[in-house]
C-alpha cells in the first residue's frame, strides 16, 4: 500500500469517532483523488455534506451518464482512476451505459452509489435498485458495503482492483446508514484479496518462443491493442517495432501508442481500417498480437483471419487468450514486462521484400477522399483540425461515421491521444469524455469532434463544461442523418433511409444558450478560420459543420467478410 494510504486517518488521529462519509472523503484523499465526477441525491446527502470543504475536487454534470463517461475520459486521458459519484435507484441506474462503456474498452473507474439504510433492502424502499445485481455484468468488480467497518479496506480494495491486471470499472454501494454511521477508532485499510492475484510477469520460455517466432519471420506483423497505452508500454512497442523492423497495426483504442509518421506504421486494421494494414494481416506469416482481443470489428470472417499467419498473443488476462482466434504462442503477462524481456531477445532483420510490398499497398491503396469536392467533406474538417492543433490535441469523439473518419484522417503521434468507446460504441460519449479529459489536462486542447445524431444524446453536458470553465472544442459534422446506420441501409437495404433522417436543433444557438460559444460553418472556405476561432477563443465552443450528407467511409469490410475482401469505395 502506498505510503499516504498507510497515514491514519485524522479524525482517527485525533481520537474522535469518525463517521463512513469521514472515512469516504478521508480514504479518497489517501488515493490520492483530485477529481470526482457526479450528482447528488438522498441517500449521498452526508458524503456530500463532508465533501463541502474540498468541493473544488467535485464537478457537477448534468446526468449521471456524463458522469461516467467523464470520469472515463479523465481515465483514458490521464491513467489515473476515474472516480464518480450517483445517488441510490435512478442515479446509479444512469451510470449503467458509461460502467458497461468502460467495462468493454478496460479504462479503470471506480463508482460510488449511495443505497438506501440496510434495514430497507429488499423492500421496494423509495429510489431503492439492487445496484450490485444490476452492475455486476459490466463492472470488473461490484460490492454492497454492510458495515461501516469495512469501508475504508473496500474502498481501498476498488482502486487496486480497477487499477491492476486488465483494468475496468468497479462499483462500491454505501447504504445511507452506513454512511452515517460512527466508527471509534482506525478504521481497517488492509486490502484482502485472496483470490485476486493478476499475472504481470509472463513465462521466460513462452518470452523465448515468441522472440525466435519474431526473428525467424519473413512477413511479421505486430498488431497492438489498447492494452498497449493501459500498461504504458507506448515507448516499448516503438522500440520493439524498430529494433524487430517489424510493421506495426492498431486497433482504434490503441491509436497514438505508434506514431503513424513511422514508416513501420501500418495505422489502424479492420472494418474500416486501412486497406494496406488489412492485406498485411492476411499476408503476414507472423502476427503478434498485444494487449488486443481480436474483436469482430477487427477481424472480419475468423475463419479466414490470418490465414497464413503464426500467432503470438500477449496479454494479461488470460480469460481473452484464444478465446477468439486459435494462438500458437500464448503469454500471459502485463505488456510492458513482456516488451522488456523481448527487447533483450529479438533480432534486427532487413525482410527487404516485405517491406517494399506494403509500400507498394500503401501507394496503391491510400486512405483518400473526394478533395476537389466544392461540398465540405467530413474527412477534410479532420484533416483542418489535425493541422491547425498541429497533431497535439487530445481528441474525444462520439460513435458513428465521424468516428471512423478522425480515426483515419487525423494523425496520431502519442498515447491516451484519442478519447473513444470502442467496445461498446456509444453515441453520446465524446462531449462528456472530453469534458473530463480536459479537466485530467487543463494545459492541453481537447476537441471533441463528433456527429449531429450522437452530440444529441449528451449535448446538455455543455453546461457542465461553461460551469466548470472547460475550454473543450467541439466539432459537429452535421449531415442530417444518423451517418453510419443511413450508410448501412445505402449499402445493403436499397436505400430505404428508415428512421435515419434526423432535424437537429441550431446548435450554435444552442450553445450561446447554455454560455459558450457557438458558429455555422456551411463552406469549404470557411472551415479553417472557424477552428482557428474556436481555438483562439477561451472557454467551450461549438461549431456546427455542414458537411456532405451522403459521404459514406471507406474502405469498408461487410459483416461475414473477410478483411481482404473490403469494398473500397467510388474513388479506388
Known sequence: MAKAKQKKLKSAQKGKACTGAVIFRETLEAEGVDTIFGYPGGVVLPIFDELYESLDKFVLTRHEQGAAHAADGYARSTGKVGVVLATSGPGACNLITGLATAHMDSIPIVAFTGQVKTTLIGN????????????????????????????????????????????????????????????????????????????????????????????????????????????NASDLLRQLAKQANVPVTTTLLALGAFDQENPLSLNMLGMHGAAYANFAVQDCDLLVAIGARFEDRVTGNLATFAPKAKIVHIDVDPSSIAKNVKVDIPVVGDAANILKELLKLVEHRPRTAWIEQIGKWKKQYPLTYDRKAGVIKPQYVIEQICEATKGEAIVATG????????????????????????????????????????????????????????????????????????????MILNNGYLGMVRQWQELFFGK????????????????????????????????????????ATNGPVVIDFHVDPEENVWPMVPAGKSLHEMKMGPLA
Not at 436543433?505 to 476561432?533: C, H, N, W, Y
Open 124 to 231: 421496494d424502499a423509495f429510489q431503492e435498485a439492487d445496484v450490485t445485481g444490476i452492475t455486476r455484468p459490466v463492472t470488473k468488480y461490484n460490492i454492497l458495503v454492510k458495515d461501516v467497518k469495512d469501508l475504508a479496506r473496500i474502498i481501498h480494495e476498488a482502486f487496486h482492483v480497477a487499477r491492476t491486471g486488465r483494468p475496468g470499472p468497479v462499483l462500491v454501494d454505501i447504504p445511507f446508514d452506513v454512511s452515517m454511521a460512527e466508527l471509534a477508532g482506525t478504521p481497517d485499510k488492509q486490502i484482502r484479496l485472496p483470490g485476486y492475484k493478476p499475472q504481470l510477469f509472463g513465462n521466460p520460455r513462452q518470452i523465448q518462443t515468441a522472440a525466435k517466432a519474431i526473428n525467424a519471420a519473413e512477413r511479421p506483423v505486430i498488431y497492438a491493442g489498447g492494452g498497449v497505452i493501459l500498461a
Open 399 to 474: 460513435v458513428g461515421q465521424h468516428q471512423m473518419w478522425t480515426a483515419q484522417f487525423f494523425r496520431w503521434s502519442f498515447p491516451r491521444q484519442i478519447i473513444s468507446s470502442g467496445g461498446l460504441g456509444t453515441m453520446g460519449f465524446g462531449l462528456p469524455a472530453a469534458n473530463g479529459a480536459q479537466r485530467g489536462n487543463p494545459d492541453k486542447v481537447v476537441v471533441s469532434i463528433d456527429g449531429d445524431g450522437s452530440f444529441c444524446m449528451t449535448m446538455q453536458e455543455l453546461a457542465t463544461a461553461v460551469n466548470y470553465s472547460l475550454p473543450v472544442k467541439s
Open 496 to 535: 430505404r433511409y428508415s428512421a435515419t433522417p434526423i432535424k437537429s436543433p441550431d446548435f450554435a444557438a444552442l450553445a450561446r444558450g447554455f454560455g459558450a460559444t457557438g458558429m455555422v460553418v456551411t463552406e469549404k472556405s470557411e472551415v479553417r478560420e472557424a477552428i482557428e476561432q474556436s481555438l
